[in-house]
């Protein structure tokens, strides 16, 4: 198809103008309302949206730079027209387009001490074909607007063909009008796309950074070390469509991705670990922790594959200032470092310890603004605080959730809500489920192990008159529910109940087996939308695994005894806090 439009498009400027015919000269005349295809890097192809602007096919370009870097020698360029002016010394370049040009460069070649630095007001592209580019002053890729003017809003395309490297300086020498903040900076908007791999080891400052957005699409390999700087750090936001980005970030205060505004994943593989710890800031004049993610507006999810790792001390897993949206994918989200700090009344960060300014706690996913789960795989995962953490309220209605933690697994400083979804949370110091306002279940399954009293498995804040209302859903709850709890729906203790055991629950036509924790809790309590039957000892085989196993659903069953059952009507180990062990609004 694009030789037989390159044929037509030559005969008919013959034609008019008879003139010979460059493919520069010729446009896409695709319809850009149409969704066109672009290789996913997979032996396939991925479907676009013809108006997308951040895909390369959707866009048209004057003509071609090619730019060859060199161990022996100058690089070279050639393909420069009238309005663009190159200046080359060594292998340092800078290219400054001071015209109309759509310019796509071809940079190729190696160097160890070299970079590629734009000054352009126009879209551009710059396509690396298996490139090894270190500066030992700065970034390998600068890419700056005209001369004393932002670029903001400009986009330039970063293709990825073949395998490529990308490293910068430990220091920067950057000229004082400028900004130079990663191995590849932008002061416009970042696009990176191809199907190759790009090795990016920041030493100075971050990996990638652009004072606009940052969007990976179909479908690259992105490898980042980055033991001084953030992995990714964008201004208006970071967007993941497709890929495989994997990210690794070493540096004290510092975040695999970053964004001043949102972080959104709509697919692709993303692989994010962290182990720099808190420390005091001295611009900030503030005690600054670490992160996978760190999104000062909203993260949102909706597909795709997100492990992040933070064995930091003080460090976050996925953080956020405002609202969190799991809507789909599989996420994982572990952090193993100890609290950073102490507290001011000698307390810790234990039940009752009151933080000082200089503590922050580690913990797996924390979101100062409401939390939504609807659809997503989580799995949260927290050593020394929650494993989940709302400021405002949580709301479950499909998708799986497992939540485990020494603190409360999950906590919402407001209200607290599970209409639909697989919900389990295990708490080995703490409750499992917390709200500090009130909480409701109206539906879904739930599994939540507490710790032994006063700690409970499913809590609200009775203290501040709140109160957990149960009107339906299936409930396994070990270490029992919130004292003066409203039990719409009939709930049921048992007599006995055993640790390290396999149970078979049966509630109308739904079958559950369920595995009790090691230690922990006091009393097992079940409710259904029917009176439910309930054996222990019970030998598992099949069914649907939930909660990394620790929840079953509708497995074949045999074996085991019978577990007697008696109305429930509440209390379980007399309640459980507001929030303790620091997990209320007071929490950092």
Sequence with gaps: MKHKQLIMTCFFLALGVLSGCSKDEITDTRDKNKTNTENSGSGGSTEIDGSDDDYIANSSFDHTVSITFSTSGDATVTGASDNISVSVRGNGITINNTGDDVVRYEVSGNTTDGFLKIYSGKKQAIILNSVDIANSAGAAINIQGPANTPAKGKRTFIVVNGNNKLTDGKTYNTPSAEDEKGVIFSEGKLAVSGTGALTITAQGKSAIASDDYVRFLAAPTINIYS?????????????????????????????????????????????????????????????????????????????????????????????????????????????????????????????????????????????DGNLYFAGATVTAKASAHEAIESKGAIEITAGEVYAYSSDDAMNSAKDFTISGGHVCGYSTGNDGLDANGNFYIKGGVVYAIGARAPEVAVDANTEGGYRLYVTGGTIIAIGGLENGASLAQNCYSATSWSSNTSYGLTIGDNIYAFKTPASGGSGLVVSGESTPTLSAGVSVTGGTSYCEGMLTLNPSLSGGSSVSLNTYSGGGNNGGGPGGNGGGPRGR
């Design 227 to 367: 033991t001084a700087g953030h992995g990714v750090k964008a201004n208006d936001g970071i967007i993941v469509d497709n890929g495989i980005i994997s990210v690794s970030v070493s540096s004290n205060m510092k975040k695999g991705f970053t964004s001043n505004d949102y972080v959104t994943i709509n697919g692709g593989t993303t692989t994010i670990n962290v182990t720099g710890s808190a420390a005091y800031d001295n611009d900030e004049q503030e005690y600054i922790g670490t992160a996978g993610i760190k999104a000062d507006s909203t993260f949102t999810i909706t597909a795709g594959t997100l492990t992040v790792t933070n064995s930091g001390t003080g460090g976050k897993g996925i953080s956020s200032d405002g609202r969190g949206y799991f809507n789909g994918g599989t996420i994982s989200v572990t952090a193993t470092g100890s609290n950073y700090g102490s507290s001011n009344n000698g307390g810790g960060f234990g039940p009752g310890g009151r933080k000082s300014d200089n503590t922050l706690s580690s913990k797996a996913i924390k979101f």
